[in-house]
């Protein structure tokens, strides 16, 4: 077939952060630069001889023209089969399904998540494994090692392949065949919601707003929520996923979805309102009045996800990145099931959902999942929290009140100080690094250090170690200070600063975060010497 070996040399910088690999969508087109890193998937993975791989991203600027490269690619290198979301589009979430549902060997999903699109904005690429979740450590490893070392690539020599047009057709001797984005994926939900329950809930005159941010979670909510739940016409907001994002930042936070907190916290607010992010994992869900931190609503869909079918059973366990806030923990203990406490990212999740130790996961981030499919998935945990409200009939503020008055509150922050010089940073976290063994026990704005150390995980299940997963700091009083780097950003270093304040007595619950994260913060700052180092006093953005 026609078909070519390019002659290549390695590429600098293709190392994979938090959540495959993502540069400034410039870099991504310089000649070479996408094929390199493809062919290195392929060599990482031991080849795609043979194999049927899922393939989609969330519609930003260059994911056409990077399938097209990529499909040829497939075709070359000997694979039998690529499933294409119609147009290029598959949320996260829908990739992971399709890859399980199908029984394929592995999926590419090109996005860059929360990280704005278009030429001049990110472009990133992530392998998925046959689990359907994010490539492991030990893979991610083996694909990086090979773009130090990659000399040539293959890729057909013909045109590309209509990814428009819904059939099955071929490419040189692979198979393509291009489904429609949505149907597999709300067919799944379908099974896991009560979906009766839901429509009750909006013909009952429930009010919702979905902020889709102009990214992938479009069209899966306008057929689910406006199609099959029966919400009312104009509930979905920015459906139509546009490259660049509408010009926006497709990160469902308050600060970059702050349009739907405006309307929230107005006189007509509806009842509930979410958002999500560029390629459909992340959440946001916000009450009347009531913006729900991701670490909360972890812990609240923890202790009500038996009220969906799905789980009616209850769950085998939950997971929380280290990061995260510890109110999940104190549900999992109050409901007698395992928690477990896993470096950031999606990838460290894995095993446990393979091996059935948990059931849910969730990151501080506005991640939150299950063991339906191996990624975090938005529109999942909105129809979790729909299912919920259907059968309690209760305000999201007041299933919020009911968390904290049984469990405490957990006050939590993130601050994030952006376009840090590297430099600068490391040497911030180097210095605190080598301050941590001789903490425990001082006394700091008001606070005593109970211990701290860097984080490091052991993986229950197949025993792998990962070190260097964030410097944490907890005080006496349930306080705690969580450092790390950011691995998913694309100009100098995003420091994060993760403060958590526990809370129980009754007359503490309804304080502004702000204030009952006072101290944790001062502490922070004092102890990393972060505005000294770095010579930063605000952070960029607090979440
Ligand atoms: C961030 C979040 C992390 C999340 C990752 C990918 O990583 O903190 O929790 O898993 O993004 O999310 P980092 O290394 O920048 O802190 V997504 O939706 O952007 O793929
Ligand atoms: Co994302």
């Not at 870099?27 to 795609?48: S, T």
């Not at 059931?359 to 999942?380: I, M, N, Q, Y």
């Not at 100080?417 to 210095?431: F, H, I, L, P, T």
Request: charged share 25%; aromatic share 6%.
């Amino acid at each position: 077939m026609p078909m070519q070996t390019v002659r290549t040399d390695p590429i600098d910088g293709q190392k994979p952060g938090t959540s495959g690999l993502r540069k400034k969508t410039a870099v991504f087109k310089r000649p070479r630069y996408l094929e390199n890193y493809v062919q290195a998937i392929f060599d990482g993975i031991g080849g795609v001889q043979g194999k049927v791989l899922v393939v989609g991203g969330d519609g930003r600027f260059f994911n056409d023209d990077a399938i097209q490269i990529i499909l040829r690619m497939a075709a070359a290198n000997g694979a039998a089969k690529c499933i294409v979301g119609k147009g290029g589009i598959l949320s996260t979430p829908a990739v992971s399904h399709l890859i399980r549902l199908r029984s394929a060997d592995g999926g590419l999903i090109l996005s860059a998540s929360h990280n704005p699109g278009g030429p001049d904005a990110d472009f990133g690429l992530k392998y998925n494994g046959p689990n359907g979740g994010p490539a492991t450590e030990a893979v991610t490893d083996k694909i990086f090692a090979r773009t130090t070392t990659i000399e040539m690539y293959q890729i057909t020599a013909s045109g590309g392949v209509d990814i428009n047009t819904l059939g099955t057709r071929s490419h040189e001797d692979m198979e393509v065949e291009i489904v429609d984005p949505v149907e597999d994926y709300a067919a799944l939900m379908e099974t896991i919601f009560d979906f009766d329950k839901i429509r009750a809930l909006f013909a009952g005159g429930f009010t919702m707003r979905f902020d889709a941010m102009h990214a992938v979670t479009g069209p899966y909510a306008h057929e689910i929520l406006e199609g099959k739940l029966g919400a009312a016409k104009g509930t979905v907001v920015n459906g139509v996923p546009s490259p660049d994002f509408g010009g926006g930042h497709p990160d469902p936070n308050p600060i970059w979805a702050k349009e739907l907190m405006d309307v929230m916290y107005g006189a007509d607010a509806p009842d509930f309102g979410a958002a999500s992010d560029g390629d459909g994992d992340r959440n946001m869900v916000v009450g009347r009045g009531a913006y729900v931190t991701p670490s909360d609503s972890l812990a609240v869909l923890c202790a009500k996800a038996h009220l969906a079918p799905g789980y009616k059973g209850g769950l085998a366990g939950v997971a929380r990145s280290m990061p995260t806030s510890r109110a999940v923990d104190r549900v999992a203990e109050s409901l007698g099931i395992g928690c477990y406490e896993t470096p950031t990212g999606w990838k460290f999740f894995g095993n446990l959902l393979d091996a059935g130790k948990v059931t849910l996961c969730g990151e501080e981030s506005a991640g939150t999942g299950s063991d339906h499919v191996r990624e975090k998935d938005g529109l999942w945990a909105v129809l979790l929290w729909l299912n919920i409200l259907a059968e309690t009939k209760q305000s999201v503020a007041d299933l919020m009140a009911d968390l904290w008055k049984s469990h405490g509150r957990c006050y939590y922050s993130r601050h994030d100080y952006e376009d840090v010089d590297s430099g600068k940073a490391n040497s911030m976290v180097e210095a605190l690094r080598a301050k941590l063994p001789s903490l425990a026990g001082t006394a700091i704005a008001g606070l005593t250090v109970e211990t701290a150390d860097e984080f490091a995980y052991d993986d229950p299940v197949d025993g792998s170690h990962s070190a260097g997963q964030g410097l944490r700091i907890v005080f006496k009083d349930g306080a705690r200070a969580v450092f790390r780097l950011s691995g998913t950003g694309t100009e100098g270093a995003t420091i994060r600063i993760y403060l958590e304040q526990l809370e129980t007595a009754d007359d503490k619950l309804q304080m502004e975060p702000e204030v009952a994260l006072a101290r944790v913060r001062d502490a922070a700052m004092a102890l990393s010497d972060l505005t000294a180092m770095t010579g930063r006093v605000e952070p960029d953005v607090i979440t």
